[in-house]
T-cell receptor
Framework: AQSVTQLDSQVPVFEEAPVELRCNYS??????LFWYVQYPNQGLQLLLK??????LVKGINGFEAEFNKSQTSFHLRKPSVHISDTAEYFC????????????FGKGTRLHILP | NAGVTQTPKFQVLKTGQSMTLQCAQD?????MYWYRQDPGMGLRLIYY???????DKGEVPNGYNVSRLNKREFSLRLESAAPSQTSVYFC????????????FGPGTRLTVT
């Protein structure tokens, strides 16, 4: 069965600095990969997803992620963060040609420092 | 479009009481899901429904039941609430299996005393 590890539970970063949120997954088959964002007191919404093709995926709000099959990673990056990026970020994985359950990581809380 | 709606937004129950959380989507999605979110645990799947008339257990189904009333609605029932069920509950929907984005409701914050 698939699993997802988000290596950092919290990441503090100064405003306008770059940030990387790390995600590693484990699966015996090919996967679909997702990053979701949860703003305070809201539900989750999709930032970006990798299905196939180019390993660099661009999402909303200036975020991007790179799929690395050899390292089984899907790290999320943004070159310059804004105070409005304060949120919790979840990496998720779904196995191709298996049931449609998505497994979510435990989340990384991004703190933007002024 | 309202997307995914959930009621109620907040609820306090005493141990042993029952309640039903309601969820509806207006996107004509086939699949619907119930998750619970606890601090440091991420989202854990309780039950899901791949299509109208079908339901399947997720990672943490004990203590819960679900009903896929029609294509739009998917309810979650707690028959005898326990303090361990204190959590934030999210309903989600998607077009179908695998590569499809899940759309989430705003959540229900449940406290069991």
């Amino acid at each position: 069965a698939q699993s997802v590890t988000q290596l950092d539970s919290q990441v503090p970063v100064f405003e306008e600095a770059p940030v990387e949120l790390r995600c590693n997954y484990s699966s015996s088959v090919s996967v679909y990969l997702f990053w979701y964002v949860q703003y305070p007191n809201q539900g989750l919404q999709l930032l970006l997803k990798y299905l196939s093709g180019s390993t660099l995926v661009k999402g909303i709000n200036g975020f991007e992620a790179e799929f690395n099959k050899s390292q089984t990673s899907f790290h999320l990056r943004k070159p310059s963060v804004h105070i409005s990026d304060t949120a919790e970020y979840f990496c998720a994985v779904s196995e191709m040609n298996r049931d449609d359950k998505i497994i979510f990581g435990k989340g990384t809380r991004l703190h933007i420092l002024p | 479009n309202a997307g995914v709606t959930q009621t109620p937004k907040f609820q306090v129950l005493k141990t042993g009481q029952s309640m039903t959380l309601q969820c509806a989507q207006d996107m004509n999605h086939n699949s619907m899901y119930w998750y619970r979110q606890d601090p440091g645990m991420g989202l854990r799947l309780i039950y899901y429904s791949a299509s109208e008339g079908t339901t399947d257990k997720g990672e943490v189904p004990n203590g819960y039941n679900v009903s896929r009333l029609n294509k739009r609605e998917f309810s979650l029932r707690l028959e005898s609430a326990a303090p361990s069920q204190t959590s934030v509950y999210f309903c989600a929907s998607s077009e179908g299996r695998g590569p499809y984005e899940q759309y989430f409701g705003p959540g229900t914050r449940l406290t069991v005393t």
